[in-house]
């Protein structure tokens, strides 16, 4: 019950910053076509956590479905990013970029956790 409480907050959080990324790139007025899309994308994965997490509220199989699918985006785009900047820390020999991989960290291991645990409480659902 605790792990389940606390993974709504973290998802709770991750919608929290998803709106504010949201607000802050969407409130220009010109805006490149590649930040646009990522804008769509991220208020697309913020509505789809945000069904996730109010439907785990309700006891729903789809809802754990989506938030594992949710948790696996974040988990691969993130892992993504860590290596990307990990190879340009190591090119250019700055730390700016081993600060991003840090704090890219917790989110990758949270999320690592949170579909598994998703996982197994959707399995516990079903039967």
């Not at 709504?8 to 490149?32: A, M």
């Not at 994308?41 to 479905?65: D, E, K, Q, Y």
């Amino acid at each position: 019950m605790v792990g389940f409480i606390l993974m709504l907050i973290y998802q709770g959080i991750l919608v929290l910053l998803t709106c504010y990324f949201v607000v802050i790139f969407g409130s220009h007025d010109y805006l490149p076509v590649d930040v646009l899309i990522s804008v769509y994308v991220l208020i697309c994965w913020g509505a789809a956590m945000t069904f996730a997490s109010i439907g785990m509220i309700m006891r729903s199989p789809p809802a754990f479905l989506v938030g594992m699918i949710c948790h696996a985006l974040l988990e691969m785009i993130g892992m993504v990013l860590a290596c990307l900047y990990s190879m340009a820390a190591v090119a250019t020999h700055e730390t700016e970029y081993l600060v991003i991989v840090l704090m890219w960290l917790p989110f990758l291991l949270i999320s690592g956790w949170g579909f598994f645990f998703l996982g197994s409480l959707r399995k516990r659902l079903l039967t």
